[in-house]
């Protein structure tokens, strides 16, 4: 490397200790375009000497090569790595880097400045302890400014600086830089950011970096290693009720069987009582193990396996807690979501919703609001689109035991995710339990389904006809239920059309009606066949989520996806109601098939061909199917 401490060649294991017992701060730098804040992370590599000699020559080769700086050291080389960041001189992906001075370490993330990668500044804003918001001297505050400030206060993360680069490109003008910083003042009193740390720079030169800077007699405040080294370590978590999320059942043979996790908050020592949540069943720590040997006491941010006095049943996903004073349970919250994904979200399509080491499927509703980050306002909003904000009710499919963000990011921070293609498609934070969570309970029932289908001697079912407009399916399944009925049969037919003229005459056919359309015949269909009878429901359910929804209500073995699969063109030619004729033409808007997707399922349990099968063919194999 460029530089070592001199204790590396005078006592290497009084360094390694000294460094091991050094504090670690995580800060990002976040701001506009061109703010600067590659150049900074690489001026810190850099003043600090963590550059080895062939990195500094490679920097050197491709400053000349590549560099924004006409052949002059570009730092920001040292952190945009992608060949895209490279070409274009932005930040694409979230940078880490780590660097160390003699009083700590550091992980710094660098986040990129354009506003379709604002997932990725939260993704860098998520672990952070402070914060470094650049600002170009000669454009002041801007959008991306503001919209990243916002987000550092909504994360939680109390340690702000302002740092207003390039100020020698404005002659160290004293004026513009009281400017700057009053402007955004007024900006961070309305966001929550109380207090912030305003230092010039210059990050390309390196003035107020490492060094106080003879250009600005006018600043006594420090430069920013020295705050950075300076900057409170959040370490109150000790000081508050002990969490652990549960990330793995270690049972390594019949004598032994621990609780392993990453500690989110409290201290623990052998002789706690702890509450397993949801369940709520207790039991005393028997042992604190490592691979290092038993502690007398482990405390938050250390990874260990507690073993329990008492054997309860615990699993993956579940918290431990401190019994005297454990976290909420509930299912409904409202909580603020930032949208990542260019596919909108749609109110009522289930996500997978994951919080620590815990997965469970979630309903979003309609917004209640977005909020304008420029002004702060709060809008009106039916969806939210990539990188908005917004504030929304959750519905979870089970109790998870949480802290509202604002206590534990642990347990109040979560992410979303899309069920068919595993993308991480939004982050949020927990407020509160809604208050009907906690007061709606189920009402136990002596007659039950299995009491009502032997009642009438059958297996309650669904059977899901899906298919395009035309393609035939409720003309199939009127076919199946005459001949359900004719065997003695108890059915009802769900069909879409009809089920438009009452239960969902509020809807229409945007993507959000489309979503809570199938969501409320799923709900009708599960009531149906817990009332014994067997269901079909013929609906276009164009959307491979909502159709597994509606799976996922029922039990093993009782929904039965029948796939009426149609071509469009075949489809067309049977178009009795005109429909296909009136989007062609642009009179009927989200139709499937014309200018609104259809998803074919994957493995239906029956795949109908109708340009094989007449509907009556089609009707009888189903028949077939549900008398195996």
């Known amino acids: 490397m460029a530089h070592q401490s001199t204790l590396i060649a005078e006592d290497i294991e009084a360094y390694l200790d000294a460094h091991q017992h050094k504090?670690?701060?995580?800060?990002?730098?976040?701001?506009?375009?061109?703010?600067?804040?590659?150049?900074?992370?690489?001026?810190?590599?850099?003043?600090?000497?963590?550059?080895?000699?062939?990195?500094?020559?490679?920097?050197?080769?491709?400053?000349?090569?590549?560099?924004?700086?006409?052949?002059?050291?570009?730092?920001?080389?040292?952190?945009?790595?992608?060949?895209?960041?490279?070409?274009?001189?932005?930040?694409?992906?979230?940078?880490?880097?780590?660097?160390?001075?003699?009083?700590?370490?550091?992980?710094?993330?660098?986040?990129?400045?354009?506003?379709?990668?604002?997932?990725?500044?939260?993704?860098?804003?998520?672990?952070?302890?402070?914060?470094?918001?650049?600002?170009?001297?000669?454009?002041?505050?801007?959008?991306?400014?503001?919209?990243?400030?916002?987000?550092?206060?909504?994360?939680?993360?109390?340690?702000?600086?302002?740092?207003?680069?390039?100020?020698?490109?404005?002659?160290?003008?004293?004026?513009?830089?009281?400017?700057?910083?009053?402007?955004?003042?007024?900006?961070?009193?309305?966001?929550?950011?109380?207090?912030?740390?305003?230092?010039?720079?210059?990050a390309l030169k390196g003035d107020n970096v490492t060094e106080p800077s003879a250009n600005t007699p006018w600043y006594s405040g420090p430069p920013l290693l020295r705050w950075l080294e300076d900057a409170p370590v959040e370490d109150d978590l000790r000081g508050k009720p002990f969490r652990m999320p549960v990330q793995w059942v270690n049972r390594p043979n019949l004598d032994f069987r621990g609780f392993s996790g990453l500690i989110a908050s409290g201290v623990v020592r052998p002789g706690d009582r702890l509450k397993a949540l949801p369940s709520g069943r207790e039991s005393t720590v028997a042992r604190i193990v490592t691979l290092g040997g038993d502690l007398p006491e482990a405390v938050a941010g250390q990874s260990v396996t507690l073993t329990l006095a008492d054997e309860i049943d615990i699993s993956r996903g579940d918290v431990l807690a401190a019994a005297a004073s454990p976290p909420a349970v509930a299912d409904q919250f409202e909580a603020t979501i930032v949208w990542f994904d260019e596919e909108a979200m749609l109110p009522g399509r289930p996500y997978l919703l994951k919080l620590g080491s815990r997965t469970v499927s979630a309903q979003v509703a309609e917004p209640k609001y977005k909020v304008n980050v420029n002004t702060l306002e709060q809008l009106a909003a039916r969806r939210l689109e990539l990188n908005e904000i917004g504030v929304c009710n959750l519905a979870l499919d089970a109790p998870i035991a949480f802290d509202p963000y604002a206590e534990n990011r642990d347990l109040g921070g979560f992410i979303l995710i899309d069920r068919i293609s595993n993308r991480t498609v939004g982050a949020g934070l927990l407020h509160f339990a809604l208050r009907r969570s906690q007061n709606i309970h189920w009402q136990a029932m002596d007659v039950d389904k299995a009491a009502r289908s032997a009642a009438m001697g059958q297996t309650a079912r669904v059977v899901w006809l899906t298919g395009l407009s035309g393609a035939g399916k409720s003309t199939i399944a009127n076919l199946v239920e005459k001949r359900l009925a004719a065997e003695g049969r108890r059915t009802y037919l769900l069909d879409g059309d009809n089920v438009r003229h009452g239960l969902n005459k509020d809807l229409g056919f945007t993507e959000e009606d489309r979503v809570e359309n199938i969501r409320r015949v799923a709900e009708v269909a599960k009531l149906m066949v817990d009332a014994g009878l067997i269901v079909l429901v013929s609906f276009i359910s164009p959307f491979r989520a909502e159709r597994r929804m509606a799976r996922e209500l029922m039990a093993e073995g009782e929904f039965v996806e029948v796939f009426v699969d149609t071509p469009i063109a075949e489809a067309e030619k049977r178009d009795v109601k005109g429909l296909y004729a009136k989007a062609r033409a642009g009179q009927l808007k989200n139709f499937t098939g014309v200018d609104s997707p259809y998803e074919a399922p994957e493995h239906p349990e029956i795949r109908i061909d109708t340009t094989r099968l007449t509907a009556a063919e089609a009707a009888e194999q189903i028949f077939a199917w549900l008398e195996r």
Request: proline share 1%; charged share 25%.
């Open 23 to 202: 504090s670690l701060l995580r800060f990002l730098t976040c701001g506009s375009v061109d703010d600067g804040k590659s150049t900074l992370i690489g001026r810190l590599l850099y003043d600090s000497k963590m550059i080895f000699e062939d990195q500094l020559a490679a920097l050197e080769a491709d400053s000349k090569k590549v560099g924004t700086q006409g052949g002059e050291i570009d730092f920001a080389l040292l952190v945009d790595g992608l060949a895209a960041e490279r070409e274009q001189g932005i930040t694409i992906d979230v940078a880490y880097r780590f660097f160390s001075t003699d009083r700590r370490k550091f992980i710094v993330a660098d986040t990129p400045g354009h506003e379709q990668y604002t997932r990725n500044m939260v993704t860098g804003a998520s672990t952070a302890d402070a914060a470094v918001i650049l600002i170009d001297a000669r454009k002041g505050v801007l959008t991306q400014t503001r919209r990243h400030s916002y987000l550092v206060s909504l994360l939680g993360i109390r340690h702000v600086v302002l740092a207003i680069n390039k100020m020698d490109l404005v002659d160290w003008s004293q004026g513009r830089f009281d400017e700057i910083v009053a402007d955004y003042r007024g900006f961070a009193e309305q966001i929550g950011i109380a207090a912030f740390t305003a230092i010039p720079m210059s």
